[in-house]
Structure formats: structure tokens, C-alpha cells
């Protein structure tokens, strides 16, 4: 199994910023893909950015210009880093990772539990 830990999350004021944080731990041989979803009471998942083991990465619209996704790929670790926070960004905001555990398959796609983020303006 893959676990997951996310940590970075808060209050916030319009035009703040925070840094999110999520380690991978577990039986990993790779990594594929690692990003960050968000999602509101109500609303649906929304991949906010992801990046992958090329290094390439993508960002929902709405934060392309704020945020910034990065990763260390000797922790596992990846990162998302959010500025100009707006009252819109509001959200329970969820790591994900998927890669292989074997050289010979075995893949996985892991989900950490989430961490609130709120802009409290």
C-alpha cells in the first residue's frame, strides 16, 4: 500500500498564500503522475494541477498565473504552491499520486485525506 500525508492547509486572507505539502510512503518502485484535486460540499472533484514523471505539468484555468506545482522526486514529496488565494479557492484540497509498486507491475493510484483550505476574507 501507498499512504498518503498531506499537510500546508489554513486560513488565509484574499491575496495571501500557502504551500501544500504531500509525502508518499509505502512499497513505490515509481512514480507516474502526482497532482492535487480540490473539491467543495456539493460540487464535484476538480484537478487543480498535476505533474508528471517527465516533469510536464497542467493547471485547471482558474489557477493557471497562482499556483505552482513541484515535486522532489527523491522524498516522493510534491508540492503546490498558491498564491493570490481568492474567496473562490475555498476547498477541501486532496493529493494524489499513482505509479507502480513492481518493476513488474502492480500499479496504484493513491488519495491522501484531504486538507481545508479557506480563504477567510
Known amino acids: 500500500q501507498v499512504q498518503l500525508v498531506e499537510s500546508g492547509g489554513g486560513l488565509v486572507q484574499s491575496g495571501g498564500s500557502l504551500r501544500l505539502s504531500c509525502a508518499a510512503s509505502?512499497?513505490?518502485?515509481?512514480?507516474?503522475?502526482m497532482g492535487w484535486y480540490r473539491q467543495a460540499p456539493g460540487n464535484q472533484r476538480e484537478l487543480v494541477a498535476d505533474?508528471?514523471?517527465?516533469?510536464?505539468?497542467n493547471y485547471a484555468d482558474s489557477v493557471k498565473g497562482r499556483f505552482t506545482i513541484s515535486r522532489d522526486t527523491a522524498k516522493d514529496k510534491v508540492y503546490l504552491q498558491m498564491n493570490s488565494l481568492k474567496p473562490e479557492d475555498t476547498d477541501v484540497y486532496c493529493c494524489?499520486?499513482?505509479?507502480?509498486?513492481?518493476?513488474?507491475?502492480?500499479?496504484?493510484?493513491?488519495w491522501g485525506q484531504g486538507t481545508q483550505v479557506t480563504d477567510s476574507s
Open positions: 505533474i508528471r514523471s517527465g516533469g510536464s505539468s
Open positions: 494524489t499520486v499513482g505509479g507502480q509498486y513492481s518493476r513488474d507491475g502492480g500499479f496504484f493510484n493513491s
Open positions: 509505502g512499497s513505490i518502485f515509481s512514480i507516474h503522475v
